[in-house]
C-alpha cells in the first residue's frame, strides 16, 4: 500500500552527503511515527534505520548513529534523512513508512507500518 514518495536519492562517494525526502500526499506526517528502513541488494530489508515519533523524539540504530539525522519539516509535510559519511555498505534501496500507533517501536518491520512508499535508490561508490 503506497501512500509515501520517497525522493533524494542516487550516487554518491564514500564521505559524501545525500538528503532523502519522504512526502505525503494525503495525509500529515506529523500525527504519525515515521521510519526509514533499507533494503541492500541480495540481503533482507534491515529493521528501521531511524525514526522521527509524533511527539518529536528520535531513535538511531546503531548502524547509522551519528551520520543520519531524521528531521521533520511541518510546513512541507515532509521528513528528511540526511546521511553523512556514507559509505559503501550504506548502498541500498531506502524506504519511509508511517505508524499510527500511539508510541513508536523501533523494532516494528516495514510491512508492520501503515502506509510506506516505493522507495529510492542510494549507492555509496568510487
Known amino acids: 500500500q503506497v501512500q509515501l514518495v520517497e525522493s533524494g536519492g542516487g550516487l554518491v562517494q564514500p564521505g559524501g552527503s545525500l538528503r532523502l525526502s519522504c512526502a505525503a500526499p494525503q495525509f500529515i506526517l506529523e500525527e504519525y511515527h515515521i521510519g526509514w528502513f533499507r533494503q541492500a541488494p541480495g540481503k533482507e530489508r534491515e529493521g528501521a534505520l531511524c525514526?522521527?515519533?509524533?511527539?518529536?523524539?528520535?531513535y538511531y540504530s546503531d548502524s547509522v548513529k551519528g551520520r543520519f539525522t531524521v528531521s521533520r519539516d511541518n510546513v512541507t509535510n515532509t521528513v528528511y534523512l540526511q546521511m553523512n559519511n556514507l559509505k559503501p555498505e550504506d548502498t541500498a534501496f531506502y524506504y519511509c513508512a508511517a505508524d499510527g500507533s500511539r508510541y513508536y517501536n523501533p523494532s516494528k518491520t516495514l510491512s508492520e507500518y501503515d502506509y510506506w512508499g516505493q522507495g529510492t535508490q542510494v549507492t555509496v561508490s568510487s
Open positions: 525514526i522521527r515519533s509524533s511527539d518529536g523524539s528520535t
